[in-house]
């Protein structure tokens, strides 16, 4: 009877403690690693790749007017009466580090933009 009580005793103890580490690989896993949570990281275009993009959006796109206030400044998202564009697929094609970006053209900055969040990623002054 008492090798019994030991042999239940034990069983528990080790179904307890498979149940508690599932638990925490399950809760670990469905948590966004801290990679994941990041936004992408500040592009580093060559000045080749900047006036062409600077060419390419400037040829298709309107400049648009900024509240007034807004700095733009790498890591912070445009404000909401900003429109941002998909960048047009020959630019993406030609510098393909901005084929997942969307852009803000204004009158002497043209902003590369992370579409998911809206944060810009570059800033590109026009005296490229």
Not at 91 to 117: E, F, H, R
Request: net charge positive.
């Amino acid at each position: 009877m008492k090798l019994q009580t030991i042999t239940a005793a034990l069983a528990t103890v080790a179904l307890v403690s498979t149940v508690g580490t599932a638990s925490a690989a399950s809760t670990a896993m469905s948590k966004p690693s801290a990679m994941h949570s990041m936004t992408k990281p500040e592009l580093s275009l060559t000045r080749s790749q900047q006036k062409l993009a600077w060419k390419d959006i400037q040829g298709s796109g309107t400049a648009q007017t900024p509240p007034s206030g807004f700095t733009p400044r790498v890591g912070e998202a445009i404000p909401e009466q900003l429109a941002a564009k998909t960048v047009p697929t020959k630019l993406g094609n030609d510098v393909t580090a901005l084929k997942s970006y969307d852009y803000a053209l204004l009158k002497n900055k043209l902003l590369i933009v992370s579409p998911s969040d809206k944060k810009i990623v570059d800033v590109i002054n026009r005296q490229v």
